[in-house]
């Protein structure tokens, strides 16, 4: 006999995507029958984060005086500076100014034009022979917080000398989804900024330990999944050998429940339950079945790459969203592919900013 399998009952494993702290007990029940609470899936053990967590709710323009001398004398008729392009209210863009040229025995005035004081910088490390040594290293910098988004107009100073002047424009940071859902699509985040900044690389790294045989290809998978991600967001993925330089290792685990759990700098597969198998490899729909005693299961679903997707969002920032069409739903998904709070959130976190400057 043949029967059609309840999808829910096996999404409701699939989805569970909490991520608290490292040894917490992940919830086995389904997370589209509870309101998925704030920050639930960040992992706040991940010690990668690539925006420092002090300086998240405020905004940060950094001034970077580069060094580089190219003999031994003081050249400060050589002084470039190089113009910062936008910036962000929410340090995702750094004011970064780079004057090359310099000496220790040059001093810079730098007025951000917010009405703050005036800030001198004393470029002491830099010797001219140490610049010339290693111009990478012979830096000074200089943080400025700014406090509302507008122009400034940016002036520095070499004793009396005009180094430079520019108008600097601060953008306000981007609207995103109020908790627990935007109104309008249905999506939410998990932290108050993106963890990563927008058309950065992100490496990761794949973890094989405790993969049984029927999962040999889930690493194929996140390949796929990242390539999906990597249009949608303007990340680069690179994948890496080493753990330590990994920004998002994938995992396996006994999760006793759910299906993956994604988090900041992680997620993690259950390495028993059926749906990571290679049964339901890629991200088209598949159709598997099963028997169990005399009856034989029956199940179409969108394919095990699209769990990987869902958990790397969440490792990307990127909450549950109301909306059945979203794969980012605490729920069966119902097509392999992106809703509309997805696209949305992938644009407002990242696809829509402009590259930092750095
Ligand atoms: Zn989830």
């Given at each position: 006999m043949s029967k059609k399998y309840p999808a829910a009952a096996l999404w409701s494993r699939f989805v569970t995507s909490r991520m608290t702290t490292v040894g917490a007990t992940p919830s086995s029940r389904a997370d589209r029958d509870e309101q998925p609470p704030r920050r639930s899936c960040q992992d706040k053990a991940a010690s990668r984060n690539r925006i420092p967590r002090k300086v998240a709710a405020s905004m940060l323009a950094v001034a970077t005086l580069a060094a580089v001398a190219t003999g031994t004398a003081p050249a400060a008729s050589a002084i470039e500076v190089q113009e910062p392009g936008v910036v962000r209210v929410d340090q995702q863009q750094n004011l970064v100014?780079?004057?090359?040229?310099?000496?220790?025995?040059?001093?810079?005035?730098?007025?951000?034009?917010?009405?703050?004081?005036?800030?001198?910088?004393?470029?002491?490390?830099?010797?001219?022979?140490?610049?010339?040594?290693?111009?990478?290293?012979c830096t000074v910098a200089h943080a400025h917080d700014y406090a509302k988004p507008g122009e400034y107009q940016v002036v520095i100073r070499s004793g009396k000398k005009m180094v430079n002047e520019f108008t600097?424009?601060?953008?306000?940071?981007?609207q995103f989804g109020k908790e627990p859902h935007d109104q309008e699509h249905s999506w939410s985040t998990m932290t108050e900024a993106a963890p990563y900044f927008p058309c950065s690389?992100?490496?990761?790294?794949?973890?094989e330990a405790g993969q049984s045989a029927d999962r040999a290809g889930t690493k194929d998978d996140v390949f796929a999944a990242l390539e999906l991600l990597s249009e949608y967001t303007g990340l680069t993925f690179v994948?890496?050998?080493?753990?330590?330089?990994?920004?998002?290792?994938?995992?396996?685990?006994?999760?006793?429940?759910?299906?993956?759990?994604?988090?900041?700098?992680?997620?993690?597969?259950?390495?028993t339950i059926r749906w990571t198998t290679d049964q339901l490899a890629g991200l088209d729909?598949?159709?598997?079945?099963?028997r169990e005693g005399s009856t034989t299961w029956r199940l179409s679903t969108?394919?095990?790459?699209?769990?990987?997707?869902?958990?790397?969002?969440?490792?990307?920032?990127?909450?549950?969203?109301?909306?059945?069409?979203?794969?980012?739903?605490?729920?069966?998904?119902?097509?392999?592919?992106?809703?509309?709070g997805d696209i949305a959130a992938m644009n407002t976190l990242y696809k829509s900013l402009p590259c930092p400057v750095i």
């Open positions: 100014v780079r004057i090359a040229g310099v000496s220790s025995q040059d001093k810079f005035t730098l007025d951000f034009g917010d009405g703050s004081d005036w800030v001198r910088v004393f470029n002491t490390k830099c010797s001219p022979a140490k610049a010339t040594r290693s111009p990478n290293s600097q424009v601060v953008a306000p940071a981007p690389t992100v490496t990761w790294f794949f973890n994948n890496t050998d080493d753990p330590q330089d990994a920004d998002i290792t994938y995992s396996w685990e006994q999760l006793g429940g759910p299906a993956g759990l994604g988090g900041r700098g992680r997620v993690i597969l259950d390495s729909v598949q159709e598997i079945s099963w969108p394919g095990r790459g699209w769990l990987i997707v869902h958990e790397t969002m969440h490792a990307l920032g990127i909450g549950h969203s109301a909306d059945p069409r979203d794969i980012m739903y605490a729920g069966p998904p119902q097509h392999a592919e992106f809703g509309p």
